[in-house]
């Protein structure tokens, strides 16, 4: 089986180059004297920085009047770089989940909700990432569901933890007509919904720490990694798919 880091790298981005790309995302354009202002680093490491991702066809140059500028290369489409990396997980994780029994180093979790509620021992302004499938946040409101979820999101509203979560539209539709009595809730908590309107996603992910759990609660699978490297990459990743998608207001 090919490696998760492997799969992953391909969509890694560092802060500095999330920054650099949301920036250019935002105005369309920018030089590094701009970058450099705007992100508050100094010119040679912006300049390093986008050195690297012209190489790697993200970022290309353009002439404005007299200056060379740096826009979004028309080939890159981060959405569609998620999706693939999305599908190449699905297919590796596409196993049953064994206890590690030998390391110590994770602990064993029966089921889903086993798992996040490891997330509630989380500090204030920490955060949770999460990005869902429609059919997992329909799963999740159901009836069965939905006294655990309530006293989750009131642990999490409480603590002051952090929720980054993405879906499609479709997915916040079916949360947002199933809120109830957890409109209140909600309204308390760190962290708003976005969404992102043509992205294909087959896995669901949660991450936080150096842990992180790709999932369906429709089919009872999921898995868990607790490695800092993969951890931190797919967390950079949803930071930065978050921060170019819409938000949207669950509370007009």
């Given at each position: ?10 969509a890694?981005?560092?802060k ?28 040679p ?114 603590k ?31 962290g708003s ?60």
């Amino acid at each position: 089986m090919q490696k998760l880091d492997k799969i992953i790298e391909k969509a890694s981005f560092s802060k500095r180059e999330a920054e650099i790309i949301s920036v250019i995302y935002k105005n369309g354009h920018a030089n590094i004297l701009s970058l450099s202002k705007d992100i508050g680093l100094a010119r040679p490491s912006i300049y390093s920085a986008v050195k690297d991702l012209t190489a790697r066809r993200v970022l290309s140059k353009k002439k404005k009047g007299k200056r060379i500028v740096f826009v979004i290369n028309k080939d890159f489409d981060i959405r569609s770089l998620y999706q693939e990396t999305s599908k190449q997980i699905s297919e590796s994780l596409n196993l049953p989940v064994k206890k590690n029994s030998d390391s110590g180093l994770m602990p064993y979790f029966k089921d889903l909700n086993g798992f996040l509620d490891l997330a509630l021992k989380l500090k204030r302004g920490e955060v949770i990432y999460s990005i869902e499938t429609p059919e997992d946040i329909d799963v999740l409101l159901k009836n069965t569901e939905k006294e655990w979820l309530k006293h989750w999101q009131e642990t999490v509203a409480r603590k002051g933890i952090v929720l980054k979560g993405i879906s499609s539209p479709t997915g916040l539709d079916i949360f947002k007509k199933s809120l109830g009595n957890l409109s209140e809730i909600l309204k308390k908590r760190s962290g708003s919904a976005r969404f992102i309107s043509d992205i294909k996603i087959q896995t669901s992910i949660v991450s936080f720490k150096d842990y992180i759990c790709f999932f369906n609660r429709r089919n009872k699978k999921f898995v868990v990694i607790k490695d800092e490297t993969i951890a931190t990459t797919m967390q950079s990743i949803i930071d930065f798919i978050y921060n170019i998608s819409e938000y949207k207001n669950l509370f007009p």
